[in-house]
């Protein structure tokens, strides 16, 4: 049964450019969180889907952040017109239901600006 | 903001038990303490949660006071494979959802 996973694993863009971030939850798994990062802290809660649906997006910047998770496919993490600041490894993670006591997480997603 | 407060660090012997702090003295009643650790930059791996009576489980025990305001983690014997950072996290409830609020973690060091 294979984990949660992440790709691509390393991303680099210059100032300006958008980034895709992808996940594919864990087989069985329709709930998928996104946490953000930065060098030497803690992971920071951004958004909570469930299929087609956002739930929880308070952790979400105000503009050039979106993130979708579709009938078919992985879940997205957009961000438009990237800056040095959002440099930072992104981690989803999933769950089999909105109340399941363990959330799973991916290897992660390294963006670096430039 | 963050629920919990940990150490920063913390050195311990191989083959001893660590234990790990952690205040979370404004925790809600129907709010659990979760605690995952992040080895080398990698994804969280989950180690043990619990409400309010103590757990253990194959790696580690988790002993919540009575008041709920404080948590211990115990590796019973600590291996070099267990340097990380351990987070202590409270699972927040709203609405029906649930959402992990990480605080900065401890970063363990086990010695050989």
């Given at each position: ?28 798994h ?66 089999a239901s909105?109340?399941t ?14 | ?112």
């Open positions: 049964n294979a984990g949660v996973m992440q790709n691509p694993r390393h991303l680099v863009r210059r100032r300006g450019q958008e980034a895709r971030l992808r996940c594919s939850p864990m087989k069985g329709s709930h998928v969180y996104w946490y953000r990062q930065l060098p030497e802290e803690g992971l920071k809660f951004m958004v909570y889907l469930q299929k087609e649906n956002i739930i929880d997006e308070s952790g979400m910047p105000k503009e050039r952040f979106s993130a979708e998770f579709p009938k078919e496919g992985p879940s997205i993490l957009r961000i438009q017109q990237v800056v040095r600041g959002d440099s930072a490894a992104y981690f989803c993670a999933s769950s909105a109340n006591y363990e959330q799973y997480f991916g290897p992660g997603t390294r963006l670096t600006v430039t | 903001d963050a629920k919990t407060t940990q150490p920063t660090s913390m050195d311990c012997a191989e083959g001893r038990a660590a234990n790990l702090p952690c205040n979370h003295s404004t925790i809600s009643g129907n709010e659990y303490v979760y605690w995952y650790r992040q080895i080398h930059s990698q994804g969280p791996q989950y180690i043990i949660h619990g409400l309010k009576n103590n757990e253990t489980n194959e790696m580690a025990s988790l002993i919540i006071t009575e008041d709920r305001k404080s948590s211990t983690l115990i590796l019973p014997h600590a291996t070099l494979r267990d340097t990380a950072v351990y987070y202590c996290i409270v699972r927040v409830a709203n609405s029906g959802t649930y959402k992990y609020i990480f605080g900065t973690g401890t970063r363990l060091k086990v010695l050989a």
